[in-house]
């Protein structure tokens, strides 16, 4: 089942915002991207976090789900040495326990971003 919603970014390449299987939902990799202007957004690196993270939670949200049920992070940025500026929004947006989380450096993000994240999020059928 393909999930999809206005309040997450439009995909610029054939993929789906999230695809449900079974009890899981896949979310595509989101960039720091203004839902209402599909821009890029510029500034502080903690707040084209926070709007990366809000992009993952408004597509967990069309599937029923909410950030206590993302299990899983796929992060990518291209600088390693501002991570910490990553856990102190995951602390403001999740609870404990947190998800599971991978970080990968790489050379670059579309659309000039500084950050991807992809998710795994567990929603079981009889919820």
Do not use: M, W
């Amino acid at each position: 089942e393909v999930i999809s919603t206005v309040r997450a970014p439009t995909p610029i390449a054939p993929y789906s915002q999230g695809v449900r299987a079974g009890d899981y939902l896949f979310i595509t990799g989101q960039i720091s991207t203004d839902v209402s202007t599909q821009a890029p957004v510029v500034g502080p690196l903690a707040v084209q976090y926070e709007t990366t993270l809000n992009n993952v939670l408004s597509v967990t949200e069309a599937a029923g789900g909410s950030a206590d049920d993302i299990v899983k992070l796929g992060v990518y940025v291209t600088d390693v040495q501002h991570i910490h500026v990553l856990d102190k929004v995951i602390e403001k947006l999740f609870r404990r326990p947190y998800p599971a989380r991978h970080v990968v450096p790489v050379n670059s993000i579309p659309r000039g971003s500084h950050i991807e994240i992809d998710a795994v999020v567990y929603l079981p059928q009889n919820k």
